[in-house]
């Protein structure tokens, strides 16, 4: 597992930029009525998306949300007084204060399903009711485009996705949200090349493949030898749902 306080200072570097962020929030605020007042970024990370929803939507109040200091630090930087450190199983907000709550590349980092579960309780119960939910689901299978990097990686020991799009909609149902809607956006500048998914690997990008052990280094061994070792294959495609409160 990364450790994302390491990760903060090149974080947007790595993950597509400013490309990936106008997509992402362009996708969000698509499932999020214009007429929200009041928006809550859990998983805000570095801030990038969530100074994207609050430029987009000026007249609403945008507060961002993240566990980890040092990316909280650069949200901070990039939204003075609108982010908090805080745990996203349990947000540091009286229930039913925002009109919408996003979750963005959040749930598939968490420990198991009950995590899972407790992240979407939260966001419910902080929502108001008629209030919008929406967050990114199979956000691992998304990497998948088909490539020779995929062929290589599809024999790799798999864990169990925490995002699956059928448990998420389970666990939002149990507390009262109902699906209200889906969108699409492009990962740019996150189609991976053989010597970076190299580099990706021995830095503790995959989790079942711990770095340093023999395993881990054949497959370092297949990816360097595909061809075009820096030529980034297709962008991966994310997914959002979206589902309403009831009341």
């Given at each position: 597992?990364?450790?994302?306080?390491k990760?903060?200072g090149?974080?947007?570097?790595t993950?597509?930029?400013?490309?990936?962020?106008?997509?992402?929030?362009?996708?969000?605020?698509?499932?999020v009525?214009?007429?929200?007042?009041?928006?809550l970024?859990?998983?805000?990370?570095?801030g990038?998306v969530?100074?994207?929803?609050a430029?987009?939507?000026?007249?609403?109040?945008?507060?961002?949300?993240?566990?980890?200091?040092?990316?909280?630090?650069?949200?901070?930087a990039?939204?003075?007084?609108?982010?908090?450190?805080?745990?996203?199983?349990?947000?540091?907000?009286?229930?039913?204060?925002?009109d919408?709550?996003?979750?963005?590349?959040?749930?598939?980092?968490?420990?198991?399903?009950?995590?899972?579960?407790?992240?979407v309780?939260?966001?419910?119960?902080?929502?108001r009711?008629?209030?919008?939910?929406?967050?990114?689901?199979?956000?691992g299978?998304?990497?998948?485009?088909?490539?020779?990097i995929?062929?290589?990686l599809?024999?790799?020991?798999?864990?169990?996705?925490?995002?699956?799009a059928?448990?998420?909609?389970?666990?939002?149902?149990?507390?009262?949200?109902?699906?209200?809607?889906?969108?699409?956006?492009?990962?740019?500048?996150?189609?991976?090349?053989?010597?970076?998914?190299?580099?990706?690997?021995?830095r503790g990008w995959?989790?079942?493949?711990?770095?340093?052990e023999?395993?881990?280094?054949?497959?370092?061994?297949?990816?360097?030898?595909?061809?075009?070792?820096?030529?980034?294959?297709?962008?991966?495609v994310?997914?959002?749902?979206?589902f309403?409160?009831?009341?």
């Amino acid at each position: 597992m990364l450790d994302y306080d390491k990760e903060a200072g090149a974080y947007d570097e790595t993950r597509g930029g400013e490309a990936r962020a106008a997509a992402a929030a362009a996708a969000v605020l698509g499932l999020v009525p214009p007429t929200a007042g009041r928006l809550l970024d859990v998983g805000c990370g570095t801030g990038i998306v969530t100074r994207r929803l609050a430029a987009a939507r000026p007249a609403a109040r945008v507060t961002g949300v993240d566990l980890t200091p040092g990316m909280a630090r650069m949200a901070a930087a990039r939204l003075p007084g609108a982010i908090a450190l805080a745990d996203s199983r349990a947000l540091p907000f009286p229930d039913a204060t925002f009109d919408a709550v996003s979750s963005v590349w959040l749930l598939h980092l968490l420990d198991g399903p009950q995590d899972v579960r407790a992240v979407v309780a939260e966001c419910a119960r902080v929502l108001r009711p008629g209030g919008v939910y929406v967050t990114t689901v199979d956000k691992g299978a998304s990497h998948n485009v088909g490539s020779d990097i995929d062929a290589v990686l599809a024999e790799r020991p798999r864990s169990a996705p925490r995002d699956p799009a059928g448990l998420v909609t389970r666990y939002a149902a149990a507390q009262g949200l109902l699906p209200a809607g889906r969108a699409r956006f492009q990962g740019h500048g996150q189609g991976r090349s053989p010597r970076r998914t190299v580099a990706d690997l021995r830095r503790g990008w995959f989790v079942t493949l711990p770095p340093g052990e023999p395993l881990a280094e054949r497959f370092a061994d297949r990816l360097a030898r595909l061809p075009d070792q820096d030529r980034p294959r297709p962008d991966p495609v994310f997914h959002l749902r979206s589902f309403r409160k009831a009341g």
